[in-house]
């Protein structure tokens, strides 16, 4: 018989330790790495913007989708199907963009139909972990801070996987968005080998008591297709042009419509937006033309070596967020001011333009993590039980 996720419980947490130290997680290192004052601003300060930015939310409802899917493994295909995009919709009254909700559905409704053959058991979804954040030189836990963070899910192949994954072997399931190119020998691919969250994720599922022998990495891709223009026809299906003086344009010889535009005589084509409709059954032609390039799976694994460099990784970030917190300096980073040509959510506070105080834009969060269920310190509360210019006790201050 097939277990389900929901019957297999989850090991027994760890002995907590007597006292809860800050958790470092894969996104607050991220932030750190990027630019130490977002990571100030977010999870010292706790400050998060109020609206959040597209991207953010598409992430988000598609993730929540995937999360249905995976947890249904053993449910019919219609009902696996109906439900995930019963988890997309939007809660009564919020306001949403619809091609982007569009695209949502028809991105997990297309996931659903390319990934709903691979015999993959779903064995948990969702499972927050701590960990001992270990000092790989020595084999030291730091008690300064712990490893956190919150595993997609995990999975076991019923048969070997078309990415390489074994069969009857415990792997960790990473799902992910982008708009990068995920086509095998990609870069996104290769940055897979050094990506430190893949080996943060190892040493967590461990301390849960699930020993992955690899990672499925599974990655949906946005559609790089957008809403068109759809040209406006009169009652035969002629195209409408019109002047400058708003009246209908004729060819040269006057024998029929014009049907084209001409910027240098004012001749414009007459057209409006593509319908949320129109947009979905072209995204859906798309994808069904061209799944492997909306969806990939790669199987990753971390070798001995390849992990110790992952925790060192970790652990001297680790360390530097410690300097800049007993300094109380977190150097700003204008390289990062804007990526992907979109500003850093806190580009107008850096720029003066703003205040962190403003509620219009800025919320304060109730914990420093708040993709993680339990509240845990901030790494201002952290600070502030510390007398000033306490020794650190565990990571040695910096030699500058
Ligand atoms: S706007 Fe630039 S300097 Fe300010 S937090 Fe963002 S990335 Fe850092």
């Known amino acids: 018989m097939t277990a389900s996720h929901d019957t297999i419980p989850a090991p027994a947490p760890a002995v907590a330790p007597e006292r809860r130290l800050p958790l470092v997680t894969n996104s607050a290192a991220k932030a750190f790495r990027l630019c ?12 998060r913007p109020v609206a959040t930015a597209e991207a953010m939310r598409f992430g988000t409802s598609a993730h929540a989708g995937l999360e249905v899917w ?30 982007a909700q569009v695209t949502v559905e028809e991105l997990l409704r297309g996931y659903h139909f390319r990934w709903q ?4 058991r779903t064995v948990f979804v969702e499972r927050q ?61 290769q940055r897979l080998r050094i990506d430190s969250q893949i080996s943060t994720y190892f040493v967590g599922a461990q301390s849960t008591g699930f020993d992955a022998a690899g990672c499925l990495y599974d990655v949906i891709r946005k559609p790089s297709i957008r809403p068109a223009s759809v040209p406006l026809t009169d009652e035969d299906g002629v195209k409408i042009v019109l ?17 084209s535009s001409d910027a240098a005589s004012g001749y414009v084509l007459q057209a409006r937006a593509e319908t949320p409709e129109e947009f979905r059954a072209r995204l859906r032609a798309d994808i069904a033309e061209n799944p492997d390039r909306y969806y990939q799976r790669g199987f990753v694994v971390r070798l001995e070596e390849e992990l110790r460099d992952g925790m060192f990784d970790t652990w001297q970030t680790a360390r530097l967020i410690r300097e800049a917190e007993l300094a109380g300096r977190y150097p700003r980073n204008p390289d990062a ?48 039980a510390r007398p000033a210019n306490a020794p650190t006790p565990d990571l040695a201050p910096l030699p500058f």
């Open 337 to 384: 001011c804007v990526r992907y040509s979109r500003p850093c959510e806190f580009f107008d506070v850096c720029t003066g333009a703003a205040s962190l105080d403003d509620a219009q834009r800025f919320r304060r969060a109730e914990t420093a993590h708040e993709e993680l269920a339990q509240a845990e310190p901030s790494a201002a509360a952290h600070v502030d």
């Open 36 to 47: 130490h004052r977002l990571y100030q601003f977010r999870y010292v300060l706790g400050v």
């Open 117 to 120: 053959d691979e015999p993959v």
């Open 243 to 259: 002047n400058a003086a708003g009246e209908r344009v004729r060819t040269k010889d006057g024998k029929k419509w014009r049907e």
């Open 129 to 189: 972990f701590e960990a001992d954040l270990v000092n790989p030189a020595t084999g030291a836990a730091s008690r300064t801070f712990r490893l956190g963070g919150k595993m997609d899910a995990g999975v076991e192949a019923l048969a070997p996987l078309g990415c390489g994954a074994p069969a009857g072997e415990p792997l960790l399931v990473e799902h992910k968005t982008t708009s990068e190119d995920i086509g095998p020998g990609s870069t996104y691919w």
């Open 70 to 99: 995976t947890s249904l493994d053993s449910a019919g295909r219609d009902e696996r199907l109906d439900r995930t995009l019963a988890a997309l919709q939007p809660a009564p009254g919020t306001e949403v963009d619809a091609i």
